[in-house]
């Protein structure tokens, strides 16, 4: 009887498709991850227990900076420009094309009205230099409450988020609800960080 | 590690000669940096997702929504600056010079949730209305920040307290926590 010869293998482990899987997979969330967008300003929010979402859509967010100033944004750019020619029209400023263009790729603003067309017309690293004062929300000058009326008339199924910073006033942010609630406006959302819930509080 | 240049195929070839090289690549560093990047884009999408905390404020412009807040039933919380509490149970009566009334606490879970927690037990459950009978009041100074807000919203949450308002301070409330403040 001849000899039964063993051949030997290599231990060779074909990696081709685990390789494709890997890069689809990679070139999946290289897509889908959002960069955070240049802000014009920066929140530090707080943390709560709480877990509902934001919503995606409709959302108007007022954002109050580390030394309270008070930024408006829109999420759709429709609503923005729509927006943008009710105040225009009725605080009386006259804006080009280009004017409304910036304003349209603007996540959010803090800067009045009057100062507005000025502000429009800044570019590259000119904008991103410039330091917004914030929108005017007293009780004199109540600009926020104007934008948040077009806001609403734009886009009536808007809600509305308030996006405080860690270290703002708590006065401030009682104006701001103030505003809103002069507009009849009683529910919103606070924007705020993930934080761990604690163990059952014995309730 | 995956790839062992498998050379006992090529043996006849070898004796013919001209050394041939296995044209198989090494794909182990090639993987290995993918599942690396993969791994770093899985955690920076999902993790920075923000969350929100809804509040319901009254109407103003329905005026019998007031219900009466009875002093037994209330507990009121002053947020004042650097991160104190001052607190006590009943509402603020219309003269109060006494420098005793506020109690100091802070923002943790043995400050102001512990004292809300025994408060909520000592004034008692209404069956009828099947809820703690106590009403909350959170007033927010001038020197509060935020984060405080959101604290004590969050230590309601946390208490499971349904009644409670935010409301703003009263001229001899300020001049209060100013006293208490200053020392």
Redesign the interface.
């Known amino acids: 009887m001849p000899k039964v010869k063993v051949k030997r293998h290599g231990v060779s482990l074909d990696m081709t498709a685990m390789c494709d899987v890997a890069f689809l997979l990679l070139t999946f969330f290289i897509l889908t991850t959002k960069f955070k967008p240049n802000e014009a300003l920066p929140v530090d929010t707080p943390t709560s227990v709480s877990d509902l979402p934001i919503p995606d859509s409709d959302l108007i967010t007022i954002s109050i900076g580390k030394d309270n100033q008070i930024f408006f944004g829109v999420d759709a750019q429709p609503t923005r420009e729509a927006i943008l020619t009710k105040v225009a029209q009725d605080k009386g400023i006259t804006l080009n094309a280009k004017q409304m263009k910036n304003f349209k790729l603007m996540d959010n603003f803090g800067v009045s009205i009057a100062a507005l067309p000025a502000f429009l017309n800044l570019e590259g690293s000119d904008l991103s230099g410039f330091k917004q004062p914030g929108i005017p929300c007293d009780s004199l000058v109540n600009e926020l409450s104007a934008w948040v009326l077009q806001a609403r008339y734009a886009n009536p199924k808007s809600r509305i988020a308030i996006k405080g910073d860690k270290g703002s006033d708590a006065k401030v942010v009682s104006k701001v609800i103030a505003t809103l609630q002069d507009q009849n406006i009683n529910r919103f959302n606070l924007i705020t960080g993930m934080e761990a819930k604690p163990m059952a509080a014995g309730m | 590690m ?7 195929g090529g043996k006849k070839g070898k004796k013919k000669g001209g050394k041939k090289n296995s044209t ?1 690549v090494d ?2 560093p ?2 290995d940096l ?2 690396l ?2 791994t770093f ?2 955690l ?2 999902t993790m920075s ?13 329905i005026e019998d929504q007031k219900i009466d807040v009875k002093a037994s039933q209330t507990m009121t919380l002053f ?1 004042g600056k650097d991160d104190q509490v001052y607190w006590f149970s009943g509402i603020t009566p219309a003269e109060c010079k006494e420098k005793d009334l506020l109690q100091k606490t802070d923002y943790s ?1 043995e400050g102001i ?1 512990k004292i809300i ?1 025994e408060e ?1 037990k000592k004034i008692g459950y209404d069956q009828e209305k099947k809820l ?1 009978k106590i009403i909350i009041v959170i007033k ?12 004590i ?2 230590e309601m ?4 307290s349904k009644r409670y308002a ?1 409301v ?1 301070l009263e001229e001899i409330e300020k001049e209060l926590i100013k006293k208490y403040e200053d020392g």
Do not use: Q
């Open positions: 995956a790839e062992i240049a498998d050379d006992g198989k794909m182990t090639m993987v993918g599942f990047l993969i884009f899985m920076t999408t997702k923000p969350k929100t905390m809804e509040l319901n404020m009254p109407d103003k412009t947020l879970s949730r927690l909520t703690y927010a100074c001038e020197t509060a920040k935020y984060k405080n807000m959101v604290d919203l969050d949450h946390i208490t499971g935010i703003g």
